[in-house]
């Protein structure tokens, strides 16, 4: 029998329908988990994007209300699942460790071997969230709004980081996880008010509880690092960490 590339035989049904901690990430074979799929979707997202704003220049959609307010109800209560189930998973990963929070900071090649078990569903679940968030650009544009490239280069990326999170089996990732969904509960909740008409008087406080996130995850890298030095083996995804 001739041998080919692995095909993505699994399906989301399948993923989805089995408990949490049967997940594990295999490459070519979960849906969506390929490098080339992920290349694909980022090229054919710039593009769309490029063609969107030169189409839509000068015009917008009126009474596009529904769409955007539906949109960030659904990202709003995504979050704060993956922030939920995330939180759980951790604490049961704690428990397993006996206390050992070494974990949360660096991956013992050991140990951690490959992307599989409950910590990695959530991880999975936020990397499909990445595909999904690619509807804020369209969503933005045909409200009129001006596309900037730090807009698209954020999402094209994103999607990128996510995807090595799993394939490289990066360390840190769900510290990152768990905060990046806080946030996401109360960014999308003000989106989804503001597209109602309201204008909440804490928008001053989520930018900077973004800011002290951004700070945060670099703060946590400096004793991942030094763990990574440390250590013989290292750390599970220091090359996928330097990237992103």
Not at 74 to 102: H, N, P, Q, Y
Not at 160 to 179: C, D, E, F, G, K
Not at 199 to 228: D, E, G, N
Request: glycine share 4%.
């Amino acid at each position: 029998v001739a041998r080919g590339r692995p095909k993505m035989s699994s399906s989301f049904d399948e993923i989805f329908s089995r408990p949490h901690h049967e997940f594990e990430w295999k490459e070519n074979v979960t849906p969506l988990a390929s490098a080339r799929v992920v290349a694909c979707v980022v090229v054919a997202y710039v593009l769309a994007a490029i063609w969107l704003k030169r189409s839509m220049r000068g015009r917008k959609i009126k009474s596009l209300w529904v769409i955007p307010s539906a949109h960030n109800a659904i990202l709003c209560f995504w979050s704060l699942a993956m922030f939920i189930g995330t939180a759980v998973a951790m604490k049961k990963e704690l428990i397993k460790r006996k206390g050992d929070a070494d974990w949360m900071l660096c991956f013992d090649p050991r140990t951690y071997k490959s992307a599989k078990g409950s910590l990695f569903y959530w991880s999975y679940v936020y990397y499909l969230s990445k595909f999904y968030e690619l509807l804020d650009t369209a969503l933005l544009v045909l409200k009129g709004r001006p596309l900037t490239f730090l807009h698209v280069f954020h999402h094209a990326l994103v999607l990128v980081m996510t995807y090595l999170w799993l394939s490289s089996v990066q360390s840190l990732q769900h510290v990152a996880l768990l905060t990046n969904t806080a946030i996401h509960v109360v960014m999308y909740a003000y989106y989804f008010l503001t597209t109602l008409g309201f204008r909440p008087r804490w928008k001053a406080l989520l930018t900077r509880a973004q800011i002290v996130q951004f700070v945060f995850s670099f703060a946590c890298s400096v004793p991942f690092v030094r763990m990574h030095r440390a250590s013989k083996r290292g750390c599970r995804g220091y090359d996928a960490w330097c990237f992103n």
